[in-house]
């Protein structure tokens, strides 16, 4: 993050449906890591998508 942001990030499964959505207030600038639980997901690959300020990354995460 370069400037003070809220970062929101969201987590979907192949079939487009919202299993996870959270936001982080008020962030500094700096490098942040976030752990998602999947131990109840089921195996598979899954969209996260995270957004800060006027961006957002959409990536491909997996469940083996």
């Known amino acids: 993050v370069v400037e003070p942001t809220t970062i929101e990030w969201e987590v ?9 959505k959270e936001q982080d207030i008020h962030h500094q600038q700096g490098i942040y890591n ?3 639980n999947m131990a109840n997901w089921a ?18 995460i997996s469940k083996k």
């Open 12 to 20: 979907y499964d192949a079939y487009g449906k919202l299993l996870q």
């Open 43 to 60: 195996q598979g690959v899954y969209i996260l998508k995270v957004m800060f300020g006027k961006e957002f990354y959409s990536y491909k």
């Open 34 to 36: 976030k752990n998602i």
